[in-house]
């Protein structure tokens, strides 16, 4: 950028943002920084950090937008007039064929850990609930609509999902012959899911 040019903050903005994550789905998530992202859209250091305080900030923003993208996902491959147990395991599905096609963004979304003197941002953990809200919101009618014991299920179907798709992106699926991850998910959610049917009847 040269001496005495004008800077759009927005498209500024917008240009660190793509930079970064360019450097992520090409790189890995340890190829990050501030010096990587300025010498990619050619601007000074400190000139991002008159955008974003830190990379903590940068990497929360790209998180979000990784969310953004799932959220859309999860919503674009279920349907309406799925039945409950049907909707939820779609979702898994989804969730897996995400973290696979977006191998980087999604180790980036689930393995970064912000400093400990930098709290989570209000934007950034409503994304997270609204993710969270849309699978519990389909879960709701297999355990009775218990608001709690959906967003207990949501927690740990996401934990359990989450394990799945880390050893199927790293291989060790494969070492032990296991079934792919899909195949994984389906069974894990329906006999899951069965379980706390059959706790309605107790």
Known sequence: MGRGQKIDHQELRASILAAATEIISAQGTSALSIRKIAGKIGCAVGTIYNIFSSIDEVILTINVATMTKLQARLLAETRQNDDPLTSVIRLGESYVSFSRDNYHLWSLLIAHKPSPDTPLPEWFQKKIDDL???????????????????????????????????????????????????????????????????????
Not at 172 to 187: P, Q, R
């Open 132 to 202: 969270f809200l849309l699978v519990s919101q389909r879960v709701m009618p297999l355990v009775d609509n218990d608001r709690a014991r959906a967003e207990g299920a949501a927690r740990v179907l996401w934990a359990s999902l989450h394990g799945i798709c880390s050893l199927a992106i790293s291989g060790k699926l494969d070492t032990v012959h296991a079934e792919k991850a899909e195949v994984l998910a389906e069974s894990l959610i329906r006999n899951y899911l069965q379980g706390l049917r059959l706790e309605n009847t107790l």
